[in-house]
Nanobody, 121 residues
Framework: QVQLVESGGGSVQTGGSLRLSCAAT????????MGWYRQAPSKQRELVAR???????IYGDSMEGRLTISRDKTKNILFLQMDSLRPEDTAAYFC???????????????WGQGTQVTVSS
């Protein structure tokens, strides 16, 4: 029962920046972690960055050093600041959330519909 809505995608030139947002709504006991994944046409979905409850972040190999993931825990909004974008960063970016419906429930996962990022050379 967690819905995720991404925003902030668009078209930029090489070297430009974008800030993606993901708003989590619905009813849940806890939101344990949130992350960003991306998928280019005919490519496998890959991890971009993930942040857990204590604020620790894990970054994928593709964009490490060029992005910062953060979360507003009060509003349950996930952010991804992307800098020095390259054409190979062109992909659909998806928000993911790990959450629990109850105190003792096992972790569940939700996905957003994605937001398109296009980087032109």
């Amino acid at each position: 029962q967690v819905q995720l809505v991404e925003s902030g995608g668009g078209s930029v030139q090489t070297g430009g920046s974008l800030r993606l947002s993901c708003a989590a709504t619905g009813r849940f006991f806890s939101l344990n972690a949130m992350g960003w994944y991306r998928q280019a046409p005919s490519k496998q979905r890959e991890l971009v960055a993930r942040i857990i409850a204590d604020g620790s972040a894990i970054y994928g190999d593709s964009m490490e050093g060029r992005l910062t993931i953060s979360r507003d825990k009060t509003k349950n909004i996930l952010f991804l600041q992307m800098d020095s974008l390259r054409p190979e960063d062109t992909a659909a970016y998806f928000c993911n959330a790990e959450w629990q419906a109850t105190d003792y429930g096992r972790p569940l996962y939700s996905w957003g519909q994605g937001t398109q990022v296009t980087v032109s050379s």
